[in-house]
């Protein structure tokens, strides 16, 4: 009975991978090929843009001089970080982590595909106060966002420890 369970969430953490991913590059090919043709700054709310941008280094745009001419070295640690996660997937011992996890593997794979495609990750959210602008993301990085803070909000915490007191 135990290893049906563990096959259901397996199943569930795949199915979350597969939507993500889905969603992101379907939402991707939407702004590039429909929304910004031709591209342009397009004005959503008084905190929400949507600007077509390529970002070439880590998460938000970290480190992206660094890695602007060695995508396939960042495609490759990011493949070898989701492979750490698709073996803590099988593990995982409650539906709500493996989906989590799942939501993580999907986004992660969203922008390597896109790294190993065209060498950068396609952003396009543009959320801001003001002049104060958050680094434009996408579909995959909400879905790893998602998925990091549920990971956080659900892992087992550990009673305090009395003998401090």
Known sequence: MKRTGNVSRVLLGLACAVSAFSIDQLSKFAIVELVMQPPRNI?????????????????????????ENSSTILSVATSL??????VWMLYAKTHVQTMAIGLIVGGAVGN????????????????HLGSWHWPTFNGADIAI?????????????????????
């Open 145 to 165: 966002v998602v998925g990091a803070a549920l990971v956080v909000f659900t892992s087992p915490r550990s009673p305090p420890d009395d003998s401090t007191r």
């Open 81 to 86: 970080v989701v492979g750490f996660l698709f």
């Open 43 to 67: 004005h959503i709310a008084s905190f929400f843009n949507i600007v077509l941008s390529y970002n070439k280094g880590i998460s938000f745009g970290i480190f992206s001089s660094y890695f």
């Open 112 to 127: 390597i595909f896109d790294r190993m495609r065209q060498g950068a990750v396609t952003d396009f959210i543009d959320l």
